[in-house]
């Protein structure tokens, strides 16, 4: 099978939203962010910002790529969501979480500060909505809550009384810089993109400068490197410790974003030696696929297998395949095509398995889950592959 294809990558992002296609929006408001693997919902009412984001996501993107203009009415729904419910006015604030469309958690995260600016970027390019404003608001609100001009990065959490925690990360700002790009992408305005350069430069330069030039995730108040933090938690969801494959990849893709806009020798450079020493340390020669983290010495701390990480891995490996014209990124593709057309994708029921075992046997018969999985890595991987071809 040719999976460097426009018409197979369209055929099967429609195939995973046929998934979701049939249950996804609650009549209750928003959308259905927990599934089974066979479609059913499991724990309705409980919703997290980044699923309800990403799905408004999803459907915006699929609208205009697959032709779609249905979809916009379901991203209309979640966008009116995440207006209406997520954000609550006396505390100028999201929900983090919500129970049943009340507030559980108010904790403000730029990682969902980074979604929200997604959304309404995506919303803007599907044209569901026609001004900046919202763009510029999101942008004000990072900057406010977050932004820390001596570092040039982000911050990453804000308390319910105003003050920002110790713990900096590089997830949070890697999700804000491809959200500004997104924006870029809808408004035109260079504010956006220069502030992705900026936040780019910062992570993938001055501060992996301080790991022998490769991606850390956890920092001090002052960006320095926290080599301790869930050390004793490698699985943690969003903060895991070790060395991220994945987010290694997905900078590579981001930087060859930036680059597509804004063209520098560095940005290529840089994306070819995070995705090339990530992918050698962590592709499987025995189960295939891309194992989850490595440690300091390179060696794997969680050999697990993620969707997202394959999912950005030949998102990334696309996209330098077209810059440089390397075939070994096309070879690098079509394995973890092969790879995830055998392991990840349900071929009974539609869309992928979120995350297996290093033999790929499954843990559980959850597939989507709040706030870890709604498919926005796997389709968008596959929408970002089809632009470039």
């Given at each position: 099978m040719n999976f460097y294809d426009a018409v197979f990558l369209k055929r099967h992002s429609q195939e995973i939203l046929d998934f979701y296609d049939h249950s996804v929006i609650d009549k209750n408001g928003g959308y259905s962010q927990n599934f089974y693997d066979d479609g059913t919902t499991f724990n309705k009412g409980f919703k997290q910002l980044v699923s309800s984001t990403r799905i408004i996501v999803n459907y915006a993107m699929a609208a205009t790529t697959l032709d779609r203009p249905?979809?916009?009415?379901?991203?209309?729904?979640?966008?009116?969501?995440?207006?209406?419910?997520?954000?609550?006015?006396?505390?100028?604030?999201?929900?983090?979480?919500?129970q049943d469309n009340i507030p559980l958690d108010m904790t403000q995260q730029a990682y969902g500060y980074a979604f929200v600016l997604l959304a309404y970027a995506a919303a803007?390019?599907?044209?569901?909505?026609?001004?900046?404003?919202?763009?510029?608001?999101?942008?004000?609100?990072?900057?406010?809550?977050?932004?820390?001009?001596?570092y040039g990065l982000y911050a990453d959490t804000l308390s319910t009384e105003g003050v920002l925690?110790?713990?900096?990360?590089?997830?949070a700002n890697m999700h804000i810089c491809e959200a500004m790009i997104s924006a870029y992408e809808a408004t035109n305005n260079p504010l956006y993109l220069k502030r992705a350069?900026?936040?780019?430069?910062?992570?993938?330069?001055?501060?992996?400068?301080?790991?022998?030039?490769?991606?850390?995730?956890?920092?001090?108040?002052?960006?320095?490197?926290?080599?301790?933090?869930?050390?004793?938690?490698?699985?943690?969801?969003?903060?895991?410790?070790?060395?991220?494959?994945?987010?290694?990849t997905e900078w590579a893709k981001l930087l060859l974003q930036i680059n597509s806009h804004a063209p520098k020798t560095w940005l290529v450079d840089k994306a070819q030696q995070l995705f090339d020493y990530s992918f050698n340390k962590?592709?499987?020669e025995t189960h295939g696929g891309l194992t989850f983290g490595f440690d300091t010495e390179g060696k794997w701390c969680d050999d697990d297998k993620y969707f997202w990480v394959q999912a950005e891995s030949f998102?990334?490996?696309?996209?330098?395949?077209?810059?440089?014209?390397?075939?070994?990124?096309?070879?690098?593709y079509q394995a973890l095509w092969q790879y995830i057309w055998k392991n990840f994708v349900d071929h009974k029921y539609g869309a992928w398995f979120r995350v297996l075992r290093r033999d790929n046997s499954k843990y559980s018969n959850e597939k989507s889950v709040a706030g870890a999985k709604c498919d926005y890595h796997s389709l968008g991987a596959c929408i970002e592959v089809i632009k470039s071809l």
């Open positions: 249905d979809y916009l009415k379901t991203a209309k729904h979640g966008l009116d969501y995440l207006e209406q419910v997520h954000w609550q006015n006396d505390s100028q604030g999201y929900a983090w979480t919500l803007h390019k599907a044209g569901i909505i026609n001004t900046d404003e919202k763009l510029n608001n999101i942008y004000q609100l990072l900057d406010e809550r977050f932004w820390q001009a001596e925690s110790d713990y900096r990360g590089q997830n350069e900026v936040i780019a430069e910062n992570i993938c330069c001055q501060q992996a400068a301080l790991t022998n030039d490769l991606i850390w995730e956890h920092y001090t108040s002052d960006f320095q490197i926290d080599w301790l933090y869930n050390k004793d938690d490698p699985k943690n969801l969003y903060r895991p410790w070790g060395f991220q494959p994945g987010h290694q962590s592709w499987d998102a990334a490996a696309a996209l330098l395949y077209k810059v440089t014209n390397n075939p070994k990124y096309l070879a690098c």
